[in-house]
């Protein structure tokens, strides 16, 4: 199946590439490697703003990185230009706005893990990082960058 396909399966429209919020490039390709600059979680076109720990619970903060994982997904497709060039979502690196006693960074980071292991199939399975931070830009909850191999 199609990586289109799955995304159809899954209801998913990618959206366009973001415009980028400050003094970077939304990605680069060096190599067989496509890199993504951070991507924070939006709602309703704005920075989705929250932290764990204080505000906002564990599932929402799923939704919020699945959110991510979709936007993350329109880039990758404007960079590559055909997602089945995918042929291994590498790593993801996941920034987690919560307070000082939250620990299910992890938790909030399977949002996108998960996305990408149905869209991707094997390929989708990835190293990853998932870390905790007082703030990020915007107020955001949840920023992923992401490293993807193409053929």
Known sequence: ?????????????????AVPAAAYVPFVQTGNLVFLSGHIAKKDGKAWAGQFGRDMTTD???AAARAVAVDLLGTLH??????????????????VNSTGDFTEQHLVTNGASELFGQVFGDKGA?????????????????????IAEIG
């Open 60 to 62: 929402e903060g799923k």
């Open 78 to 95: 404007a960079a590559v230009g055909d997602l089945n060039k995918v042929k291994r979502i590498v790593k993801l690196m996941s920034l």
């Open 126 to 146: 990835h190293a990853r990082s998932a870390f905790g931070v007082a703030q990020i830009p915007m107020g955001a909850c949840v920023e992923i960058e992401l």
């Open 1 to 17: 199946m199609s990586v289109y396909d799955k995304l159809k399966e899954l209801n998913i429209s990618l959206p366009p590439v």
